[in-house]
């Protein structure tokens, strides 16, 4: 069975921390996500990476870096972290698209920060 | 890439059909449509995936038509297990990475 894991369910950091989020694919998928979740603004693409070390800014980047040394494992990385980045932080990952076709999108649990 | 519009919610009965319907008035030619399905405290699953026409799988059925400025996914029989949030998704074959998802439908299936 595919798995996407997430490093932790919830987290709770302070103002100005610096916070990583982590996933990890076992799928061998080319292409990893970040996206976050509120409420009634459904799921924000945060940056996408497409191979080890290559990355592209996604809807919402601001505030966020990610890191991709292996290609099982794509980093979230909250430079300094703030109140309006409490969240809900979802990893996918997906193989690239065959010509003609569209891509099926693996997610993990989420990661629940809280940023006091 | 198209802005995707879908109802916040709706409600149905044990047995019923329900069809929740994604308006994406912008979509592109080489856009595809994916619906996902998400319960509480976990990611979403993949339901169904399609470009034209009609598609149908094990739990569901996706009818596009003709002019795909919209897309509607059809629950047969619904059960309180389907009780979840619904997820259209446009993304396009040129990019792995264009795409937008829709703001859910949180369906509420009753007894």
């Known amino acids: 069975d595919v798995k996407v894991t997430q490093s932790s369910r919830y987290l709770v950091k302070r103002t100005g921390e610096k916070v990583f989020l982590e996933c990890v694919q076992d799928?061998?998928?080319?292409?990893m996500f970040w996206y976050r979740q509120d409420p009634g603004l459904g799921l924000r693409l945060i940056y996408f990476?497409?191979?080890?070390?290559?990355?592209e800014k996604g809807d919402i980047p601001e505030g966020y870096s990610v890191s991709r040394e292996k290609k099982e494992r794509f980093s979230l990385i909250l430079e300094s972290a703030s109140t309006n980045q409490t969240s809900m932080y979802l990893c996918?990952?997906?193989?690239?698209?065959?010509?003609?076709?569209?891509?099926?999108?693996?997610f993990g649990p989420g990661t629940r920060l809280l940023v006091l | 890439l198209a802005k995707t519009t879908q109802p916040i919610s709706m409600d149905s009965y044990e047995g019923q059909e329900v069809n929740i319907t994604c308006s994406h008035n912008?979509?592109?030619?080489?856009?595809?449509i994916t619906w996902y399905q998400q319960f509480p405290s976990q990611g979403p699953r993949f339901i169904i995936q399609?470009?034209?026409t009609k598609v149908k799988n094990e739990v569901a059925s996706l009818f596009i038509p003709a002019d795909r400025k919209s897309s509607t996914l059809s629950l047969p029989r619904v059960s309180l297990s389907d009780t979840a949030v619904y997820y259209c998704?446009?993304?396009?074959?040129?990019?792995?990475?264009?795409?937008?998802f829709g703001s859910g439908t949180r369906l509420l299936v009753r007894p």
């Open positions: 996918a990952s997906s193989k690239p698209g065959l010509a003609g076709g569209g891509e099926t999108q693996y």
């Open positions: 799928m061998d998928h080319e292409n």
């Open positions: 990476s497409y191979d080890v070390k290559m990355k």
């Open positions: 912008n979509i592109a030619t080489n856009d595809y």
């Open positions: 399609g470009y034209k």
């Open positions: 998704l446009v993304g396009s074959m040129d990019s792995s990475y264009k795409l937008i």
